[in-house]
């Protein structure tokens, strides 16, 4: 896409690995575009590195005091919690650049918190359990903390219909008629009792002083109270330099923004103090209740923790609404506030024990990226919050920034990066780099661009009617004479059809493949012969379209290798002595002759004078590879000494004479009758083996059946012989008995 960028600006938004080249004799006039390409292509190209644009996103420090260790004491105005507290970021589009955001909390450190109490009537119990609140509050807080300040403040709900009762009989006493409890205070939406103080008894003396009040329907005006606490800052006395702790007592559910228009507010709530002279709520029959998002909005903006100290019954929606209002935890408060101390307590040590980071005034053409890294020193990719954080503990946070696109000119940004209540800040300032530095030496009506055009980062732009690469020409010139100058040859085509001719001279065409050059543009970078696909092999330049081979490397596509090496056999020889290296192979010319480097040949002649050199200096130490390194380079034969050898040649070796044999073992083929016999006689084999199977599965059968029927002819005889119901009758006359027998005969023969 480099090739569609027309200025320096244009370049650098294409892509943020894209630089310019504003060096004004760079590429000779002779590319269309050209000046758009990555650095490193650039100076290939030959432009000087101080011409060439590429400005690159970034980060400095401006303010980074270190991260303190205590928070009370002299030094408690100067705690840092955060580094750095000032940083500046240099953006260019696409571009990202990363900083990294420590966070530590730090012990000892001040605690400022204020109870806010449901003083509706089902609240009587309540407020008769914390008569004594402060001073046991106050003894276990200081446990954690040497600076602790204490407040009071109490609501009911909006006195306008439907909310309480506004009958004249209740305006003065809203329980008035209500046999359980017949007396209590007017309604009111909220009221501030006790600014933030050291002094806890005048915080028991405060909650002694309360009634309760009563309201009509079951939802309370708290959220009215909260704001209220919450913006109010000098009434309630909330310190710059202390954890600011607001705990929500009450138990049942709040009104939330809408529910106002029910008495007919429609003024939705405008995230003002308004407490008067008697520190009452001045605004509550006159502005809708205020929504979750103000609430966490005015809550975030002065670092103030919300607990919700609510009945169990309440829990879930309490629990859902935290999700929806960062830096505020739940706990369950008992039926009759008897565990508010363990509970207060407990939501301060769960606080205490998370840093979660949020951002202020977030650019909207910027996107940021967290990882967190807490105690375990593993990063979690898209997290902005560390859990179980101890005091003391450091924990990170890489932020990765990234800018989307470019503002107006001079534009300038800035954002802030804040853990979820604390004081402490990261003040972070945003300079866009869209513009480059060449651009400041812009210059009209140039003489490099013939006094009729605008000189700029290398280029000219030249007025209407003027054209080239420097503002030369004027419209209506280009003619056939002017034309003929950009053909190589009569008959060819204007700048070899892969440019324009602009005033006597061809610009070349862009190619995603390459680079398109020559006087003509009848050159280019890419069309060469290739090797699997890969231009000259890998190993070469393509010029013009010839493969101008690196070193070491021949051929028309320079996959040709010049080196040797691979092809020196053991013996130092190249290919053995039997044939020739080409492009770093062996080409065996000896007739039987194999192997990479031909090393292999049984059937060259003087098999066992080969091995002599590596008999010599093996056995004996001797001859012309004695050198140990250079015989165990190249005798890497097997060498065994036998007494006697079937088959002998012989060696002279002076003085002596010695006996040695090569021995090459080949693999014997199989005997064809002894496999025939093999087979024919496993046929048969398995032929008996089937047969004695069979013969045994019969047997069986049969004897089961023998069995079968021997039973039963058991008990055939049983039955006809072993009867003991039957008995022979006795006949008491010898006719008696010829006419039994008839009778039984006739019985027989079916005859009665």
């Known amino acids: 896409m480099s090739g569609s960028a027309t200025s320096c600006e244009e370049c650098l938004l294409i892509h943020p690995s894209c630089a310019w080249c504003a060096q004004e004799d760079f590429g000779q006039a002779r590319t269309l575009n050209s000046r758009c390409d990555f650095s490193q292509n650039l100076q290939k190209r030959g432009c000087d590195a101080p011409f060439i644009e590429n400005p690159r996103s970034g980060s400095s420090l401006l303010r980074s005091k270190p991260l303190s260790s205590k928070g009370s004491g002299v030094t408690q105005y100067d705690v840092i919690q955060i580094y750095p507290q000032k940083i500046s970021l ?413 005033c006597n001279q061809c610009l070349c065409y862009e190619s995603e493949f390459g680079k398109i050059y020559g006087t003509f543009c009848e050159c280019d970078d890419f069309s060469c012969a290739r090797h699997k696909g890969i231009l000259c092999s890998g190993h070469g330049e393509c010029h013009c379209g010839e493969c101008k081979c690196h070193a070491g490397y021949i051929g028309d596509n320079c996959n040709c290798s010049t080196e040797t090496a691979s092809c020196v056999s053991d013996d130092g020889k190249i290919c053995s002595g039997r044939g020739s290296c080409v492009c770093g192979r062996c080409q065996c010319t000896e007739p039987g002759a194999f192997g990479d480097t031909c090393e292999k040949c049984p059937t060259c002649p003087d098999a066992c004078g080969t091995k002599r050199e590596c008999i010599e200096c093996r056995l004996f130490n001797t001859g012309r590879l004695a050198d140990n390194q250079t015989c165990q380079r190249m005798c890497k034969d097997e060498i065994i000494t036998v007494e006697t050898l079937r088959d002998t040649s012989y060696l002279t070796l002076c003085p002596c004479i010695y006996v040695f044999c090569v021995f090459t073992e080949c693999a014997v083929a199989p005997n064809a009758m002894t496999v025939l016999l093999a087979v024919v006689g496993s046929i048969l084999l398995m032929g008996i083996v089937l047969l004695a199977l069979w013969k045994l599965v019969i047997t069986i059968h049969d004897r089961r059946e023998f069995a079968r029927f021997q039973s039963a002819r058991s008990r055939a005889r049983y039955e006809m012989a072993s009867n003991p119901v039957y008995k022979q009758s006795i006949p008491s006359h010898p006719m008696e008995t010829v006419f039994h027998m008839h009778s039984i005969k006739s019985c027989n023969g079916g005859v009665h």
């Open 90 to 502: 240099s953006l260019r589009p696409g571009d990202q650049t990363s900083f990294e955001v420590q966070v530590r909390p730090v012990e000892d450190y001040p605690v400022d918190l204020y109870y806010l109490m449901d003083l509706s009537l089902s609240m009587k119990d309540d407020l008769d359990t914390i008569r004594n609140l402060g001073t046991k509050l106050a003894e276990e807080m200081r446990k954690l903390t040497s600076n602790f300040r204490l407040g009071f403040g109490s609501f009911v709900d909006k006195n306008i219909s439907p909310f309480s009762y506004t009958a004249p009989k209740y305006q003065d006493n809203p329980c008035n008629g209500y046999k359980l409890f017949p007396n209590c205070v007017p309604t009111f939406g909220f009221r501030h009792l006790l600014s933030l103080t050291d002094k806890v008894d005048r915080f028991n003396e405060e909650v002694q002083k309360q009634m309760v009040s009563r309201n009509r329907d079951a939802p309370e005006g708290g959220f009215d109270a909260i704001l209220q606490a919450a913006v109010c800052k000098e009434k309630i006395g909330w310190r710059k330099e202390a954890y600011h702790l607001l705990v929500f007592a009450t138990d049942d559910v709040p009104h939330l923004a809408l529910d106002g228009k029910l008495g007919g507010l429609v003024h939705p709530h405008d995230g003002q103090c308004h407490l008067n002279d008697k520190n009452e709520y001045s605004a509550a029959n006159m502005m809708d209740y205020p929504s979750l998002a103000l609430l966490g909005e005015k809550l975030a903006e002065n670092n103030i923790f919300l607990i919700f100290a609510v009945t169990k019954r309440h829990y879930v929606l309490y629990k859902n609404l935290t999700a929806l209002i960062p830096g505020t935890t739940v706990e369950i408060l008992d039926q009759d506030s008897k565990n508010i101390i363990q509970l207060i307590v407990n939501a301060y040590n769960n606080i205490r024990s998370k840093v979660e980071l949020s951002v202020w005034d977030h650019p909207e053409d910027l996107s940021l990226a967290f990882t967190a890294t807490c105690q375990d020193g593993q990063p979690l990719t898209g997290l902005r919050k560390c859990a179980d954080v101890k005091i003391g503990d450091t924990v990170s946070f890489n932020i990765t920034v990234d800018a989307r696109g470019c503002p107006p000119k001079g534009t300038r940004k800035s954002f802030t990066i804040r853990p979820v209540g604390f004081k402490d800040r990261l003040e972070v300032s945003v300079d866009y780099r869209c513009d480059c530095s060449c651009t400041y030496y812009t210059k009209t009506n140039s003489s490099r661009c013939n006094s009729a055009g605008t000189y700029s980062c290398g280029i000219c732009r030249c007025e209407p009617g003027y054209l080239g690469a420097r503002c030369e020409c004027e419209e209506g010139e280009v003619d056939h004479q002017h034309l003929s100058a950009c053909r190589e040859a009569e008959g060819k085509q204007v700048c070899s059809g892969r440019g324009e001719c602009s």
